[in-house]
């Protein structure tokens, strides 16, 4: 257990150093993640107004059915991404900051800025 909490510890530290220099706004909102064993969540926030703009995750509908209730992998985050580049868009949104939560940048979390940078949004 105590490993767990270490680990847990160490993700809130990285995390607070990052949030410190990222900030978003209604044209170019802050992108944060979680992750958990079975699901990605991914949500765009304007930071000014303390709004959230757009979400999205393999828990939603649409990501359920074209997943099959596989949401915890690369290809789930690749989906989710592009699902959330494309409402992104319909909100007129094309470039963000992207925050990836004191998680590192690997795996999942880069499958899932891939997908959002497919569906054409720069950061």
Sequence with gaps: MEA???RILTRQRKKAKLRKSLRGNAKCPRVTLFRSANHIYVQAIDDLEGKTLASFSTAAE????ALKGHGGNKVAATLVGKFFGEELKKKGIEKIVFDRNGYLYHGRVQSLADGIREAGIQF
């Design 62 to 65: 649409a990501a359920k059915k």
């Design 4 to 6: 767990a909490k270490k």
